[in-house]
């Protein structure tokens, strides 16, 4: 599969809502219109925590997309705010919305605590990753991660961190020589409802030296 990297465009929403939806499972939320709805507002959201996204396109159709978050630089533009709080707003008009945004508020609040829990100040985070699931396995992955690491190289990034959790792939962090600093475990729901995850920060750290390797072979083919 042919697989090109280039930056997020407007009309890219669309299909990453769609991966978005299946990655997270909000194809489970009560109906299609409120499913589009939460994989909308958590597109947002992850726009106003972000200085750098790479999109995968294959024939013409995004199949991936990373987006980095250089702490030190960031800074949330106005139609990036304005965007997140229509997102937002339109889940107010029923109980699939709702329930997203009492899910979305306690996430946040674990990720909070784990950052606090793990007492390092980094300098970048993974503020969105995400692969087409019939796309995995097939490098799409590896190749956004890797252009990821080369923008933190460039910024001058070498600490940094990324929130996942059980519905994603994050055996990926752990094969690319991340290391889980903490986790924290919550239910959601009642009843027939109710279900439980997993959240956790994963960091480089423990890397640092494979990852200076990385960015001198990086280095040394730039300059090739």
């Not at 669309?14 to 978005?20: D, F, H, M, T």
């Not at 980094?122 to 990753?129: C, D, H, R, S, V």
């Not at 933190?152 to 792939?169: A, K, L, N, P, S």
């Not at 475990?185 to 439980?196: K, L, N, P």
Request: proline share 2%; hydrophobic share 35%; with cysteine.
């Amino acid at each position: 599969m042919d697989v090109h990297l280039r930056e997020l465009q407007t009309d890219d929403d669309p299909a990453l809502e769609r991966i978005i939806s299946k990655t997270w499972k909000f194809e489970t939320c009560r109906t299609p219109k409120t499913t589009g709805r939460v994989s909308r507002a958590y597109l947002a959201d992850c726009l106003c925590d972000q200085t750098f996204t790479r999109v995968a396109v294959a024939d013409g159709t995004p199949v991936g997309i990373i987006m980095g978050n250089s702490i030190r630089k960031h800074r949330v533009t106005i139609p990036e705010r304005a965007g997140r709080l229509a997102a937002q707003a339109s889940l107010l008009f029923s109980q699939g919305g709702a329930d997203a945004i009492r899910f979305f508020t306690t996430a946040d609040g674990i990720d909070a605590m784990l950052r606090k829990h793990a007492q390092i100040e980094y300098e970048g985070e993974i503020a969105l990753f995400a692969v087409d699931p019939a796309c995995r396995g097939l490098g799409v992955g590896k190749k956004l991660y890797l252009a990821l690491l080369d923008y933190f190289r460039q910024e001058g990034i070498e600490r940094f961190f990324v929130y996942t959790d059980t519905d994603c792939d994050y055996g990926f962090y752990e094969h690319q020589g991340l290391v889980r600093r903490c986790e924290s475990r919550c239910g959601f729901g009642s009843g027939v409802e109710r279900f439980e995850m997993t959240f956790y920060l994963y960091d480089n750290l423990h890397n640092l030296h494979n990852l200076h390797n990385l960015h001198s072979k990086l280095s040394a083919c730039e300059n090739g």
